[in-house]
């Protein structure tokens, strides 16, 4: 049963040990971690979102808020990204950054029984890098993911 009021989830994504080969980065790579808490924002009875609105432009519309993300140390770049250049040395190929991408599934299910309905939501965090080298176009990827278990469902009305 859903209590009612809002209700926040909180989503953790990374990515490990990208390699940079910068000479002022850790020798590993680099370790990207953001935090990003999700708010449902349901009625007081728990059986709607209000507002109602999904992934709408306007965040005063949306019935699930994503914040904005809190990145630990390095942050989300950019990184100089270095290659071998002749004669042993390196040379800097491009760079790296991380994005947040926020979408949010939705269903609806009624009971034909009671005459019933009610909705579901279904928030997801990905983390994106993007790599631009020097004179290619951007290669952009979904390195982490995260999602709640199932549907959070709103109370039947």
């Given at each position: 049963?859903?209590?009612?009021?809002?209700q926040t989830l909180d989503f953790q994504v990374s990515e490990a040990s990208f390699p940079t080969r910068n000479p002022d980065d850790?020798?590993?790579?680099?370790?990207?971690?953001?935090?990003v808490t999700v708010t449902l924002k349901w009625n007081a009875a728990g059986t709607a979102l209000e507002p109602a609105g999904i992934?709408?432009?306007?965040?005063?519309?949306?019935?699930?808020?994503?914040?904005?993300?809190?990145?630990?140390?390095?942050?989300?770049?950019?990184?100089?990204?270095?290659?071998?250049?002749?004669?042993?040395?390196?040379?800097?190929?491009?760079?790296?950054?991380?994005?947040?991408?926020?979408?949010?599934?939705?269903?609806?299910?009624?009971?034909?029984?009671?005459?019933?309905?009610?909705?579901?939501?279904?928030?997801?965090?990905?983390?994106?890098?993007?790599?631009?080298?020097?004179?290619?176009?951007?290669?952009?990827?979904?390195?982490?993911?995260?999602?709640?278990?199932?549907?959070?469902?709103?109370?039947?009305?």
């Amino acid at each position: 049963m859903n209590p009612g009021c809002p209700q926040t989830l909180d989503f953790q994504v990374s990515e490990a040990s990208f390699p940079t080969r910068n000479p002022d980065d850790p020798v590993v790579g680099v370790d990207v971690l953001a935090n990003v808490t999700v708010t449902l924002k349901w009625n007081a009875a728990g059986t709607a979102l209000e507002p109602a609105g999904i992934d709408t432009k306007d965040p005063d519309k949306n019935g699930v808020t994503y914040d904005d993300p809190e990145w630990q140390n390095p942050g989300p770049g950019p990184f100089d990204i270095f290659d071998d250049a002749i004669g042993g040395n390196l040379r800097r190929v491009g760079r790296v950054t991380w994005s947040i991408k926020t979408r949010t599934r939705f269903e609806k299910q009624t009971n034909a029984a009671t005459h019933q309905t009610r909705v579901g939501v279904q928030p997801f965090v990905q983390l994106v890098r993007t790599i631009e080298r020097d004179g290619t176009p951007p290669q952009i990827e979904v390195t982490d993911s995260r999602t709640s278990e199932g549907f959070i469902y709103s109370n039947w009305a």
